[in-house]
């Protein structure tokens, strides 16, 4: 079995290809093709930590990911593991992906999904809320698919920001520490923090598409009931979104009015209201990443042989 490196893993997961896979799976996980039950999650007894658990399993591949979470790791990453693919026919294992980057490229890439799929143009300025691993990973999303956005960041720490902005665009032309004036002018905005704080809870508007994803538990919260409960309110997973979309269970959300992805791929929302767009993560969407390292590892074999 092949055990791929982060940098491995990266160059097997482009994100225009990993967006276009992404939509495939979306709509057979929608159909019932592929099984991906609820996150497992355990904590750990006091080191406040988490240890995830999150099998998928498709007709031709199954994915598992394990991966922990310790918030408070300063010499180790705060998140490791990794994400193993199997063969569904015969269940062999086949390889494993660096399970940081794939969950960093496969949420970008949701990302761009919903922007493909939700906002009706492309996007001109994107206000990117976080400055950590998921900010970094958005940035580089939306520099290769629209590399003439504008990106504002916005974190709490200023020197994170601008050495943040520094080393994704040095000139400074297209990605920037936010200034007075560019929430407003962004057609597009992406919380991507762990905050059980507000961080974002501007007025709804028509034409903003704003992108939750950093919550993933009931009790974290990124954006404000106000926008939240006047959006039309579209979710990736709608399995663990009820269970683990701390935004919308703390604004008290009616599921009954929230949409699956899937839903906006055949009948994208009228342009005329504000969209809110919910990711909270799914093992389906690893799978996907699985899906087109498989493919990429195919090929690149192909190629090479005589």
């Not at 979470?69 to 660096?98: E, M, S, W, Y």
């Not at 950590?132 to 990106?151: D, K, S, W, Y």
């Not at 504000?274 to 389906?284: D, I, M, N, Q």
Request: hydrophobic share 40%; net charge negative.
């Amino acid at each position: 079995m092949q055990i791929f490196t982060a940098g491995q893993t990266a160059s097997l997961l482009p994100f225009p290809e990993l967006v276009d896979t992404l939509q495939d799976v979306v709509r057979d996980y929608a159909a019932g093709s592929i099984l991906s039950p609820e996150r497992m999650v355990v904590d750990t007894a006091d080191a406040g930590g988490h240890l995830l658990c999150m099998p998928s399993v498709a007709n031709d591949i199954m994915a598992t990911k394990l991966i922990t979470i310790f918030h408070g790791n300063k010499a180790l990453p705060v998140i490791q593991g990794q994400v193993t693919c199997c063969d569904a026919r015969d269940g062999t294992f086949l390889f494993t992906l660096d399970g940081p980057e794939t969950t960093g490229r496969r949420t970008a890439a949701m990302s761009m999904l919903a922007i493909r799929m939700l906002h009706h143009s492309p996007p001109r300025h994107v206000l990117i809320i976080g400055t950590g691993t998921q900010a970094r990973g958005h940035v580089n999303a939306l520099r290769t698919l629209h590399p003439e956005a504008v990106i504002s960041v916005r974190g709490r720490r200023p020197a994170g920001v601008t050495a943040l902005c520094a080393t994704l665009d040095p000139t400074g032309h297209y990605v920037r520490p936010e200034t007075p004036g560019d929430a407003e002018a962004a057609d597009i905005v992406i919380t991507t923090t762990s905050s059980r704080d507000i961080v974002y809870d501007a007025a709804p508007r028509a034409g903003r598409l704003v992108i939750g994803v950093g919550a993933y538990r009931p009790e974290m919260i990124e954006i404000g009931p106000n926008l939240v409960l006047n959006s039309r309110l579209f979710v990736d997973d709608p399995i663990g979104a009820p269970s683990e979309a701390g935004d919308l269970i703390q604004a008290g959300v009616d599921w009954q009015n929230v949409f699956p992805l899937a839903t906006a791929i055949d009948t994208p929302p009228p342009p005329e209201i504000p969209v809110l767009f919910k990711s909270v993560g799914c093992a389906a969407w690893d799978l996907a990443a699985c899906r087109l390292a498989r493919r990429r590892l195919t090929e690149q074999g192909a190629a090479a042989a005589p």
